[in-house]
């Protein structure tokens, strides 16, 4: 994957019944959506049961091009479901460039998705993005509960990163966090203003094969 691969970040709330609208994301928004050529990595998840939980889908493209051919600009759930729009509230989107990933295939699927955004203190982005890489590289050969981790970031200081776990316990050891504490997160001295959510990725959903290579760097 090149230095320019991409993050979009669509989340929403359902207007109406939220279970209808899981069973479409998983069977015809998802798989849509990975039918792109240009797709590099692509989960659908929820935050909370109820009907008027948050969704997201996070995805990402070889580059913004590629992406953009595929999907466009708008905040929309899929190529070929421009209709369901009407079903969703509250929407925001994010496309912001990659700067590092990595991905491996784990024996256990992938069942949390964990979305942090963040502000880092003035002239920190550069440090932060390098200490993220080292903690994550490591974590990829001796967590095995990392599937995937993208960060993705807009200078001077706001940055995103998604990660796909199989289990509480290997966020808690990577992050430094607990079950009570779940919101912990490392280089936090680093962090001027952040927050994070925890989302279930839906059961069952499909994912593209891994690419050759599969971690980059800024």
Avoid: C
């Avoid at 659908?44 to 109820?50: E, P």
């Avoid at 002239?123 to 001796?142: F, H, I, K, M, W």
């Amino acid at each position: 994957m090149a230095d320019e691969g991409i993050l979009r970040l669509f989340g929403f709330r359902p207007l109406g019944s939220g279970a209808e609208l899981d069973a479409a994301l998983r069977d015809e928004v998802l798989p849509d959506v990975l039918s792109a050529a240009a797709i590099l990595d692509a989960y659908v998840a929820r935050n909370g049961t109820g009907v008027a939980g948050e969704r997201v889908i996070a995805s990402m493209w070889e580059s913004r091009e590629a992406m953009s051919a595929e999907l466009g600009e708008a905040s929309v759930i899929g190529r070929f479901q421009p209709e369901r729009v009407e079903e969703l509230t509250s929407s925001r989107l994010d496309i912001l460039p990659l700067v590092f990933s990595v991905r491996h295939d784990r024996d256990e699927p992938p069942i949390i998705l964990r979305v942090y955004r963040g502000l880092v203190r003035p002239g920190e982005l550069d440090a932060y993005v390098e200490e993220a890489r080292d903690g994550t590289l490591v974590d990829a050969q001796t967590n095995p509960g990392l599937v995937a981790l993208y960060l993705a970031t807009e200078p001077p200081a706001r940055f995103i990163t998604v990660s796909a776990w199989t289990d509480w316990e290997s966020i808690a050891r990577a992050t430094g966090g607990n079950l009570k504490q779940p919101f912990a997160t490392r280089n936090a001295t680093r962090i001027a203003n952040g927050g994070v959510t925890h989302y279930e990725i839906l059961p069952a959903t499909q994912r593209p094969p891994a690419r050759a290579a599969m971690t980059v760097g800024a």
